[in-house]
């Protein structure tokens, strides 16, 4: 009765006060409202709006509809970083053990793939034995024992969101700026963070492509961030193109073991760079992003950043020694270099058309109970901008079979386009928002 009342308000314009936002919540996650009534009110909230007011209640309302960790032990402060997703975006596996190398706690809670975007957590499966679902409690003892876990969300987190978010992603009502910021931020907020980076990705491979929605979710977050004692910093970063080379789950693994080891492609490092230096100033162990910078520098020189992702790996019951020989990952059975038709400049490489292929070829998800196969993806080389001869090869197929190999090879003809003039790419680091406002991101 109660959910019908609250529905035919928002349906009318009305607004849904905070106790009644809870009482939902919780009635939902113990599964005393359908489905069929959180999906109507769910297309009222996202055909009407929600104020500021609603948005907290409910990210409110998520958040204790479960467990949190709590890290009051750790004397560390601790701060992880989010992304929106994109295709190729393997910065979690870098920055992870890097910030956790300088002294700073990541309590890293990471999605799986869905639609056209990798999830960090089916790419760190992909390592031989590498466990995701950690209890609360091991979590807790491995980042106070070693500084950083990589685990999923698990069941006692914001249950509420983990059933909403499914059904959001069933009734079409996922890109609603109050929605996607409270569900993100309630399971963000139950990591008992000192501070959140966000990576708002834009552009035609991002979910919100707009410039302006994107900076209209910044701030939503950020403020919720606040609301509950987390400053957020957030950046908008390009997702027009891939980023670095490899897309695919273990591809990805070994680009970023690479990049923790000084090897990573200029752009994915630029991007860790940017993101890792707002971490390191929000946890007050650099006093400004350049020093942040040098710091992080320093750690993937010396080796520190790899010994620590070798150390999770091993806590986290996975093969240690990926980290020294990328071969123990899963290989695919089939692989094809794929050359340009003509010459002319790389215009754009179409990051939806490669992730829907890896999609394709196995190696992600369109349901969420899908298995995904580790090995497939592609690694391109190709860059927008670069200018390239008929023949050249751009990238490679890596797939599970020849039928694989051919989807792998038309996606790459749709995805990637060479023209006789270059389009200039989005910046990779265009944005940075704080709680103070909006600015242009400095890049050197
Ligand atoms: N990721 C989430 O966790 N929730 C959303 O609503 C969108 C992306």
């Given at each position: 009765?109660?959910?019908?009342?609250?529905?035919?308000?928002?349906?009318d314009?009305?607004?849904?006060?905070?106790?009644?936002?809870?009482?939902?919540?919780?009635?939902?996650?113990?599964?005393?409202?359908?489905?069929?009534?959180?999906?109507?009110?769910?297309?009222?909230?996202f055909l009407?709006?929600m104020?500021?007011?609603?948005?907290?209640?409910?990210?409110?309302?998520?958040?204790?509809?479960?467990?949190?960790?709590?890290?009051?032990?750790?004397?560390?402060?601790?701060?992880?970083?989010?992304?929106?997703?994109?295709?190729?975006?393997?910065?979690?596996?870098?920055?992870?053990?890097?910030?956790?190398?300088?002294?700073?706690?990541?309590?890293?809670?990471?999605?799986?793939?869905?639609?056209?975007t990798?999830?960090?957590?089916?790419?760190?499966?992909?390592?031989p034995?590498?466990?995701?679902?950690?209890?609360?409690?091991?979590?807790?003892?491995?980042?106070?024992?070693i500084?950083?876990?990589?685990?999923?969300?698990?069941?006692?987190?914001?249950?509420?969101?983990?059933?909403?978010?499914?059904?959001?992603?069933?009734?079409?009502?996922?890109?609603?700026?109050?929605?996607?910021?409270?569900?993100?931020m309630?399971?963000k907020?139950?990591?008992?963070?000192?501070?959140?980076?966000?990576?708002?990705?834009?552009?035609?491979?991002?979910?919100?492509?707009?410039?302006?929605?994107?900076?209209?979710?910044?701030?939503?977050?950020?403020?919720?961030?606040?609301?509950?004692?987390?400053?957020?910093v957030?950046?908008?970063?390009?997702?027009?193109?891939?980023?670095?080379?490899a897309?695919?789950?273990?591809?990805?693994?070994?680009?970023?073991?690479?990049?923790?080891?000084?090897?990573?492609?200029?752009?994915?490092?630029?991007?860790?760079?940017?993101?890792g230096a707002?971490?390191?100033?929000?946890?007050?162990?650099?006093?400004?992003?350049?020093?942040?910078?040098?710091?992080?520098?320093?750690?993937?020189?010396?080796?520190?950043?790899?010994?620590?992702?070798?150390?999770?790996?091993?806590?986290?019951?996975g093969?240690?020694?990926?980290?020294?020989?990328?071969?123990?990952?899963?290989?695919?059975?089939?692989?094809?270099?794929?050359?340009?038709?003509?010459?002319?400049?790389?215009a754009?490489?179409?990051?939806?058309?490669?992730?829907?292929?890896?999609?394709?070829m196995?190696g992600?998800?369109?349901?969420?109970?899908?298995?995904?196969?580790?090995?497939?993806?592609?690694?391109?080389?190709?860059?927008?901008?670069?200018?390239?001869?008929?023949g050249?090869?751009?990238?490679?197929?890596?797939?599970?079979?020849?039928?694989?190999?051919?989807?792998?090879?038309?996606?790459?003809?749709?995805?990637?386009?060479?023209?006789?003039?270059?389009?200039p790419?989005?910046?990779?680091?265009?944005?940075r928002?704080?709680?103070?406002?909006?600015?242009?991101?400095?890049?050197?």
């Open positions: 009765m109660l959910a019908r009342r609250l529905i035919e308000r928002k349906r314009g009305g607004r849904i006060e905070p106790g009644e936002w809870r009482a939902l919540a919780s009635a939902y996650a113990t599964g005393h409202v359908p489905d069929y009534q959180m999906s109507a009110l769910l297309m009222a909230c009407r709006g104020d500021r007011i609603e948005t907290a209640a409910l990210t409110e309302a998520m958040l204790m509809s479960g467990d949190r960790l709590d890290l009051s032990g750790i004397a560390k402060p601790r701060v992880d970083k989010h992304s929106t997703g994109g295709v190729g975006d393997k910065v979690s596996l870098v920055l992870a053990p890097l910030i956790a190398s300088l002294g700073v706690a990541v309590p890293m809670m990471s999605g799986r793939s869905l639609g056209h990798g999830g960090t957590l089916d790419k760190l499966e992909s390592i034995g590498f466990r995701t679902k950690l209890t609360l409690a091991e979590a807790t003892e491995q980042i106070q024992r500084g950083c876990a990589l685990i999923g969300q698990s069941p006692e987190i914001a249950p509420a969101d983990r059933r909403m978010y499914s059904l959001r992603d069933a009734t079409a009502t996922v890109e609603s700026i109050p929605l996607i910021a409270s569900s993100i309630s399971k907020l139950a990591e008992d963070l000192s501070g959140l980076v966000l990576d708002l990705k834009r552009g035609s491979g991002a979910f919100l492509p707009e410039l302006d929605r994107v900076l209209e979710l910044a701030e939503v977050m950020i403020k919720l961030g606040k609301d509950h004692g987390c400053p957020c957030a950046l908008v970063t390009a997702m027009d193109r891939p980023l670095g080379r897309c695919g789950n273990a591809l990805e693994v070994e680009e970023a073991i690479a990049a923790l080891k000084g090897e990573g492609p200029p752009d994915l490092m630029s991007v860790t760079y940017a993101l707002e971490m390191l100033v929000l946890a007050g162990a650099a006093p400004d992003l350049d020093h942040a910078r040098r710091e992080m520098e320093k750690s993937i020189g010396t080796g520190r950043a790899a010994e620590c992702f070798q150390k999770i790996i091993e806590a986290q019951g093969n240690p020694g990926v980290v020294d020989d990328p071969a123990v990952l899963p290989q695919a059975a089939e692989c094809e270099i794929f050359t340009a038709r003509r010459r002319g400049f790389i754009r490489v179409e990051p939806k058309a490669v992730g829907r292929a890896i999609v394709e196995g992600g998800r369109s349901r969420v109970e899908d298995v995904v196969d580790p090995a497939v993806g592609f690694v391109i080389t190709a860059r927008p901008g670069d200018w390239v001869e008929e050249e090869p751009l990238a490679t197929v890596f797939a599970h079979d020849r039928a694989g190999v051919g989807i792998g090879r038309q996606a790459l003809r749709a995805a990637i386009f060479i023209a006789d003039e270059a389009e790419p989005l910046p990779l680091v265009s944005h928002v704080t709680i103070s406002g909006v600015e242009l991101y400095e890049t050197d």
